[in-house]
């Protein structure tokens, strides 16, 4: 059976009061937090101290500070169970007929608060555990507080400043906290020297025992996109869409854009008067060079427009193997494949199709030479070598999509 210790005192006193108040707008400030929140501090700090002077270890005591007068109020709370051998914890357990004592409507499953005598002098130990329990709730509000802002912020650019290299990680200082660019999320051969500020994006923020791990990038299609975003009102609005978008950060992006409302242009709209907005972003990421081509619902006019600015032929495509052979000019082959076959590429990825680039006119050429070099008398073998040998060295591009 549980026994209850009941204690009658005046709650109207000076002595049931401490000027908190001001201690608590104070830590608000410096601290950045809400009030409310450091005020639940205080009172958990304080029902810990009482709990080691006064009570014992399983009881379950609650302060309460009266934000208003300052007042502070403490309780002993019991749970109502049914029968005496239900209890598991004596200190923190009670039984109907004994709650009733100290509340008459209590009945099986509510909480009963006894009202506890407030101390003046808590004890250096007790001030101590107040001191440290308070400590550590601020640091967890703290950590929390940051979690949610940057959490809010996550797949959004953001300004912040480079604060330290280590290595190969770019540490930036985000105001409140720092984030860190992984080398890949940098852009190759860019620096980052110390003091400048840059735009990032965030693209993941996890939490961690010492506060929100804030991973950065500035090499992702999401930062490109966002960098667009940001500079271009037709698409922060959503009346231009980025419908796809291809990127080897630092040296090429494509990215197709599309427009249902009559009147827009949306390539129009993303290059800006003058250039002006894609110049802005360009600003921003050095030397990468940026295609934006118009999106099309037909994947052959989408993929002409991909294999910008090379001019196209013809396009057929085998939907089975999901494979466009394209076909251009002898002067558009080297345009169309790219340097190191980067425009194919790119154009693969932005589309989703394998492209095969070819040019008919090399075929008939190549065709015609051995056709020649069969009827020619095996005395002009040296002669037939040559053409068999240019031949052999014409090849056909392919550029892969992107593994998904």
Do not use: C
């Not at 991973?215 to 999401?222: K, Y």
């Amino acid at each position: 059976m549980t026994h209850v210790k009941r204690y009658h005192y005046d709650t109207k006193g000076d002595n049931m009061s401490l000027n908190f108040l001001p201690a608590i707008k104070q830590l608000s400030l410096e601290k950045g937090l809400p009030e409310d929140i450091v005020i639940e501090t205080v009172e958990s700090a304080l029902a810990a101290a009482y709990r080691k002077d006064y009570g014992k270890s399983g009881q379950h005591i609650v302060t309460k500070i009266e934000p208003e007068t300052g007042q502070i109020k403490i309780w002993r709370v019991y749970t109502v169970v049914e029968k005496e051998d239900l209890i598991e914890n004596p200190l923190a357990e009670i039984l109907p007929k004994d709650a009733k004592i100290i509340d008459k409507k209590a009945k099986v499953g509510d909480e009963v608060k006894e009202e506890l005598p407030y101390h003046d002098e808590f004890g250096r130990i007790a001030a101590q555990t107040a001191k440290q329990v308070i400590i550590q709730r601020l640091r967890e509000a703290e950590r929390d507080i940051l979690f949610n802002e940057f959490k809010d912020k996550e797949k959004q650019i953001v300004n912040g400043t480079v604060q330290q290299v280590e290595g190969r990680v770019v540490i930036v200082n985000l105001g409140k906290t720092t984030g860190v660019i992984l080398p890949s999320g940098q852009i190759p051969g860019e620096s980052y020297p110390i003091g400048h500020r840059i735009r990032i994006y965030v693209q993941e923020v996890e939490e961690s025992s010492r506060g929100p791990r804030i991973i950065l990038t500035r090499a992702s299609t999401e930062f490109m996109s966002s960098l667009f975003a940001v500079e271009v009102p037709e698409i922060a609005s959503g009346s231009v869409e980025i419908k796809g978008i291809a990127r080897e950060a630092g040296a090429r992006t494509k990215i197709a854009v599309w427009s249902d409302e009559e009147g827009i242009d949306p390539v129009g709209s993303a290059v800006g008067q003058h250039g002006s907005r894609v110049q802005a972003v360009l600003s921003e990421i050095g030397d990468e060079k940026v295609d934006i081509i118009l999106y099309d619902k037909d994947d052959k006019s989408y993929i002409v427009n991909a294999m910008s600015p090379a001019r196209i032929n013809t396009v057929t495509l085998d939907k089975k193997t999901k494979l466009a052979k394209v076909d251009v000019q002898e002067d558009q082959l080297s345009l169309a494949i790219g340097r190191r076959g980067q425009n194919v590429r790119l154009a693969s990825q932005l589309t989703g199709w394998e492209i095969d680039v070819v040019s008919t006119s090399k075929t008939i050429q190549d065709k015609t030479a051995t056709d020649v070099d069969e009827v020619r008398p095996k005395t002009e073998k040296s002669t037939s070598n040559k053409t068999t040998n240019k031949k052999s060295t014409i090849k056909k591009i392919k550029g892969t999509k992107e593994k998904k």
